[in-house]
């Protein structure tokens, strides 16, 4: 009889946690909806990301309630847009039929919106899985990869499960990127400087003009990916972005996503804008839009034409961030990160993986996390009234 190994349940669980198959850690684990590599956990089993940066996981035998607020995945509660979900019901009947025209109708449609050519487009469903794609291309023969610390890790984490390094950066005191550092960590290795601006987690926005230079100047000796998913939520956001860039024949691609302010994160709609060369590395190996539905598409065309909830999703989202600092300051909590997106990070002053215990407890969902040696949470911008349940629960748990 050969030797067995015997796997407890709790044994089972956290190797479970430690890879994509761990489908019930999937909504609380690491910065990447979607991760794909193993995550470096530390002694109590939190995700360790770099010396500055670390998440708070739930304990892997915790039985997590139905939540009041769910408030830890940055989604729009607002949409899909009327227009939106209109288009896709309309639709849906041709859901044994693959999109490829319609594809091309939308890759058209987004086009003429960025101003660019439809060679310059390359769809996926949502942006995260374009940074993934962009990662197991780019890195399969090694390299690193700059960014900021803390930063979203979908691509840095794919591009380390390949073989690449990952130069973290931190970010400056007022939390924007600090772009003269991390020109002067590019080496000879680094295949990609990966900017998220506005930043997840920290809600913070780098300075338009100085990211607009050094995207200019430091993609002619490396590719700069600039991931705008949140870039919406700024009353002025297309003056913000990097899309002009390419037109200029820079090695720039930028993300956006369907995801945020379309309300559209369970869709699965996104792109990135590059030139025709570097869309030409990646479409070599992979296939961005084979994944989105035909619904989906005739969604995203919809809900890119209904401009009045686009601005409704921006206003209410600002109107909820407003109640969150006031509600923040009156409980003498006045270093929150002023945020240019769908979400708020503020300091705690208790550890992490208990706040979420208690939050989770009294059924609210947010995310905790380290920087720096600091506790902070991280909160999604729900309806106003599920901001007023976080705020009560959080005034009960930090009493």
Not at 138 to 159: E, H, Q
Not at 221 to 249: C, H, I, R
């Amino acid at each position: 009889m050969g030797t067995t190994t015997n796997i407890n349940r709790r044994d089972w669980i956290r190797k479970s946690v430690l890879t994509a198959g761990g489908a019930m850690a999937l909504p609380y684990i690491g910065l990447a909806e979607t991760p794909k590599a193993p995550l470096t956990l530390d002694v109590e089993g939190n995700a360790i990301y770099s010396p500055f940066f670390k998440e708070y996981l739930p304990k892997p035998e915790a039985v997590l309630p139905e939540l009041a607020a769910k408030l830890n995945a940055n989604e729009n509660p607002y949409g899909p847009s009327p227009m939106a979900l209109e288009a896709f019901k309309d639709s849906a009947s041709g859901g044994n039929r693959y999109a490829w025209k319609e594809l091309f109708q939308l890759v058209d449609k987004i086009a003429d919106f960025e101003g660019v050519e439809s060679k310059n487009i390359m769809m996926g469903p949502g942006s995260s899985d374009l940074l993934e794609k962009t990662a197991m291309v780019l890195f399969m023969n090694g390299g690193n990869v700059v960014s900021a610390d803390p930063a979203y890790m979908s691509l840095i984490r794919v591009a380390e499960s390949v073989g690449a390094s990952w130069k973290p950066v931190p970010l400056k005191d007022d939390w924007s990127h600090d772009l003269k550092a991390m020109e002067e960590a590019i080496d000879d290795q680094t295949k990609l400087v990966y900017i998220c601006n506005p930043n997840n987690p920290t809600g913070s926005l780098t300075d338009h003009k100085e990211l607009v230079d050094f995207c200019s100047r430091v993609s002619e000796k490396v590719p700069v990916f600039v991931d705008e998913a949140y870039l919406w939520f700024l009353d002025e956001g297309a003056k913000k972005s990097m899309v002009s860039l390419v037109n200029e024949g820079k090695d720039v691609i930028i993300a956006r996503t369907f995801s945020k302010i379309h309300g559209m994160a369970g869709l699965r709609i996104g792109y990135i804008v590059a030139l025709e060369e570097t869309l030409g590395r990646l479409q070599k190996i992979t296939r961005g839009g084979m994944g989105i539905t035909l619904p989906s598409v005739y969604a995203a065309m919809a809900a890119m034409d209904d401009t009045e909830f686009i601005d409704k999703s921006r206003t209410l989202n600002a109107d909820c961030r407003e109640y969150v600092y006031q509600s923040l300051k009156k409980m003498g909590i006045t270093s929150y990160v002023p945020s240019s997106t769908s979400f708020i990070i503020f300091p705690i002053e208790m550890e992490g993986r208990a706040f979420l215990e208690q939050m989770t407890k009294l059924k609210v969902g947010v995310r905790a996390f380290q920087f720096m040696d600091q506790n902070w949470c991280r909160v999604s911008m729900g309806t106003m009234d599920e901001m007023k349940t976080f705020t009560a629960a959080l005034n009960k748990v930090l009493a």
